[in-house]
């Protein structure tokens, strides 16, 4: 999960439809909240734990996968999908995330967009 599948999360679960809505109930700048549904930057951990809190996701998962996210080689973002996979191993869905992670590995970022909806 990226920071703007974690921002497209924020928005349902408080049906919120504008980006300037998620940035006055979060606190941020409407700058800083365009910039991360942008894919120009990231939530911090501290950020991205507070948020899955509220709206109901495992914090561990969307920083495992934010790490993933922000890994600069292969074998770094293959290490950390390796670990959300073995997260994962105990929900009975490790063989579907294997498959997004291993089919998706090309893609970057957009790996983690539905992580959640797998464990």
Avoid at 60 to 79: D, N
Wanted: with cysteine; hydrophobic share 45%; glycine share 6%.
């Amino acid at each position: 999960m990226d920071s703007k599948t974690l921002i497209q999360a924020y928005m349902r679960a408080k049906n919120l439809t504008q980006l300037k809505e998620v940035a006055e109930k979060l606190g941020f700048s409407n700058s800083y909240i365009t910039e991360l549904h942008q894919g120009r930057r990231e939530f911090t951990d501290e950020s991205a734990i507070l948020i899955a809190k509220e709206i109901g996701l495992d914090p561990l998962e969307v920083i495992i996968s934010l790490q993933a996210v922000r890994a600069k080689t292969p074998e770094t973002k293959a290490a950390w999908y390796d670990a959300l996979k073995k997260y994962c191993a105990n929900t009975g869905a490790a063989l579907a995330v294997s498959c997004v992670m291993m089919g998706s590995a090309s893609i970057g970022g957009l790996v983690t967009a539905h992580i959640h909806f797998l464990c």
